[in-house]
């Protein structure tokens, strides 16, 4: 019998006009929507006015000034990713949103 490998992987991209210079780990903590551990462990690849991409073992970010995109490729933080999002758009209510 042969079995077909499944990948899961939970991606979110919002359409929008981003700041990307303030989506740093160090904001996120600041706001309660990751650890401070997990802010200090962060893979951190890029901050810069125009993209910032970091990860952590859970997830991966990377926001441009159009486009926010984070995803999961661990079901069990499916969730947790959702959360994530909703709350770092509840503490932007003011960063409009496109689609």
């Known amino acids: 019998m042969k079995r077909n490998a499944e990948v899961l992987k939970l991606d979110i991209v ?3 006009d981003f700041n990307p210079k303030i989506f740093s780990p160090a904001w996120f903590s600041a706001y309660d929507i990751i650890g401070e ?3 200090e462990e962060a893979n951190l ?8 991409i970091f990860s952590l073992d859970w ?3 990377q926001v441009t000034q159009d ?3 984070v ?3 661990q079901e069990a933080y499916f969730e ?3 959360d ?3 709350n770092t758009f509840t503490n932007l209510i003011h960063t409009p949103l496109m689609q």
């Open 45 to 52: 690849e890029v901050i810069h006015k125009d993209v910032t």
């Open 37 to 39: 551990i997990e802010s």
């Open 80 to 82: 947790k990713l959702i």
């Open 71 to 73: 995803f999961t490729e």
């Open 84 to 86: 994530l999002v909703f």
């Open 67 to 69: 486009r926010f995109s």
């Open 14 to 16: 919002l359409l929008g």
């Open 59 to 61: 997830f991966r970010l």
